[in-house]
């Protein structure tokens, strides 16, 4: 069973501080996943990071994937309260070739104050 | 922006009843899925379809549950003689697939949450 382990699971900080949020596993994907889910409704893509020392940019949203492809963190900067929400790293193991299934971690609670 | 879509969004049934929940998946797409998620745990995979036949599926989709896409747009999950423990919300997703990167990025629908009391 390929694990994600998202740390740290709750984090409330107040507006305009930097944060990061870390993915980690201790199984290779090849690729890796990031999405927002807001309460009762479903997991909204951000980014997909694919090449091992990948990094991605949306906005104020940086997305890095570790060498090994094992890791990837998803930093903020400047955080706002239109970030507030439950942040998802998702892969696909290496191994899996058939389905594609993604193994999700179990989120990161992020409270943005104003 | 075209979307994945579900109904119903809120279903409730009693426990031994069959319920089929439907999912419209990006009109492109070539890959669908079913995933759900119990209140407060993580999303679980249950079953991805290709080409109109299952290509993997999670020790939770068992024989009470089937998939089918009964025509070129719905695709759907039937859960026979539900069970309180199958209260859980339950999301669609496809993918387009991109097999010469391997990105196989999946779009989730809104949600079906299942009440069985």
Redesign the interface.
Known sequence: TQLLEQSPQFLSIQEGENLTVYCNSSSVF??L?W?RQEP??????LV?V?TGGEVKKLKRLTFQFGDARKDSSLHITAAQPGDTGLY?C?G?PID?N??????????TRLMVKP | EPEVTQTPSHQVTQMGQEVILRCVPISNHLYFYWYRQILGQKVEFLVSFYNNEISEKSEIFDDQFSVERPDGSNFTLKIRSTKLEDSAMYFCASSEGDPGTGAYEQYFGPGTRLTVT
């Open positions: 090849s690729s996943q999405y009762g409704e479903g997991p909204v893509l997909t694919v998802l998702a696909v899996n058939a389905g594609n299934m993604l193994t999700f971690g179990g989120g």
